[in-house]
């Protein structure tokens, strides 16, 4: 019976002994350690965590990195994460320490990569999860995920938004603009501005007392899109490199399509580069613009008159015009008008119904009176809805100059030249006289004629010279007749 006893009592104190060292075992806390924040400069960074044993006697463990991938760095985290315990060194880690029962401290270094990226690739400063500490021993393996976080050095430093709408005398409407705000009343037609200025913000000095300064970010860019096709932008602009504590100021413009519904559309704009050590910078902005189309709105898209001068009579020039409908409802009995209540001038017509979206052109020629003072003229042309509701008007110059002046100046009479007819020469006729008998003459005829003795003299000599020839011709042809016979 006594050695019955002894057995059960061994057995249920071998049970309870099983039972305690079941009950050593290591947790940790399932809450991500998070090292740095968005201010956090790329540096070594001292912290700590809790590894609890649950049992009631200390046990051993192992603490290690288990590297996880990740695009923040081109390096492994099991590099530049190291641990240690009270009293102990920094290593990569730590094999066979001894946990107490209860809460054990264990300190964490983590060297920050240079390359640490400061933004994702959606351009949000988050922290990035590069490993899963790990806890070995003491009846269990536990884990807890390791995050870090680096300060963001491109950063938009202020943005403009500017637009004017398509109304006569409209304003330019600008304002500062930041992530989430919006811009109000912006009408279809409207012409828009926007200017973006990105800024480095590493220190090129010891100011600041940053460790890691003056850094250039290379090829940065500047991305500009709406999220819809109705408004004219979709800008991708390079800002070259941009050095340490300096900035880049960029202006892009687009237009708000005439056909844009009533509606709240986002605006995103972006800013990103690497800088020389190879780490991601950036920033977004979203703004929302708010489109309001009106009720009634015959939008004048174009007015001008050909000629833009006008001179001599007849002083007419022709009014060009075009309009569309972009209020929110169709138009009935639209007409259009071409005024100068100075000259007098009237003019309207008649463009029946006008649907949404749909738009009209038309011609009026128009005549100034003949008695109008040289100078420029201001007419309106209008649009009106119900016949005479007025919608829209703009106003277009006119020229009128004094005759010979303007454009259509009458050319300067040119009289033609005389042409006289040619004076034809008809030569005389030539008489014919008849030949007088040969007169002998004196000395004194000589010295009235001109001619000297030495004419006379030589004359006799040339006709003897003559008359031998012939006389020789004569007897050679004679002789020859005889030989010949």
């Known amino acids: 019976m006594k050695s019955m006893k002894l057995l059960l009592i061994s057995t249920l104190f071998l049970v309870l002994v099983a039972l305690g060292v079941s009950a050593q075992t290591a947790t940790l806390d399932s809450t991500p350690l998070k090292i740095g924040d968005k201010n956090q400069d790329r540096v070594t960074v001292a912290s700590s965590f809790t590894v609890t044993n649950t049992g009631n ?11 996880v991938s990740n695009s923040a760095t081109s390096q492994s985290a099991s590099s530049y994460v190291k641990y240690a315990v009270a009293g102990g060194s920094f290593q990569s880690g730590l094999p066979g320490i001894t946990l107490q029962p209860g809460s054990n401290t264990v300190n964490i270094q983590v060297a920050i990569p240079d390359d640490f990226d400061g933004v994702d690739s959606s351009l949000r400063p988050i922290s990035f999860k590069v490993s ?28 403009d938004f500017c637009y004017t709408n398509p109304t006569e005398g409209a304003q330019e409407d600008c304002s500062s603009i930041d992530d989430g705000d919006d811009v109000k009343n912006i009408l279809p037609g409207a012409k828009a501005r926007l200017t973006v200025n990105a800024e480095n913000k590493f220190s090129d000095n010891d100011d600041s007392g940053e460790k890691i300064k003056d850094i250039q970010i290379n090829d940065v860019q500047l991305e500009i899109n709406v999220d819809d096709q109705d408004f004219d932008v979709d800008e991708d602009e390079n800002l070259d490199d941009i050095d340490a504590n300096d900035e880049q100021e960029e202006t892009v413009t687009f237009d708000v399509d005439e056909d844009v519904k009533d509606g709240t559309y986002d605006l995103v704009i972006r800013v990103f580069g690497t800088d020389e050590n190879g780490a991601f910078h ?14 009634h709105d015959l939008i004048i898209r174009s007015g001008s008159f050909q000629p833009n001068k006008v001179a001599c009579a007849p002083r007419t020039a022709t009014a060009r015009y075009g309009f569309r409908n972009t209020g929110t409802r169709d ?59 007025l919608s829209s008007e703009k106003s277009v110059d006119l020229v009128v100059e004094a005759c010979g002046t303007g454009s259509e100046e009458e050319e300067e009479e040119v009289v033609p030249p005389v042409v006289q007819p040619p004076v034809v020469i008809t030569p005389p006729t030539p008489v014919v006289q008849p030949r007088a008998a040969p007169t002998v003459r004196t000395a004194a005829t000589t010295e009235s004629t001109g001619f000297g003795s030495w004419y006379v003299i030589a004359m006799i000599i040339a006709i003897v010279v003559v008359l031998v020839i012939i006389i020789a011709l004569i007897m050679a042809m004679v002789r020859r007749n005889s030989a010949e016979e």
């Open 132 to 159: 899963d500490i790990q806890v070995s021993g003491c009846g269990a393996t536990v884990t807890r995920a390791l995050e870090v976080q680096a300060v963001n050095q491109l950063e938009i430093k202020d943005a």
């Open 331 to 389: 138009e009935d009995d639209v007409v259009f008008e071409v005024s100068n209540s100075q000259l007098g001038i009237l003019q309207t017509k008649d463009h029946g119904d006008v649907d949404e979206d749909d738009s009209e052109s038309g011609s009026m020629t128009i005549t100034v009176p003949e008695s109008t003072t040289p100078g420029t003229y201001t007419f309106f042309f209008r649009s009106y809805y119900d016949t005479d509701s």
């Open 282 to 295: 950036g920033e977004e902005f979203k703004v929302d613009l708010e489109v309001e189309r009106r009720t």
């Open 57 to 67: 006697a200390s046990c051993t463990a192992d603490v290690n990195t288990i590297a």
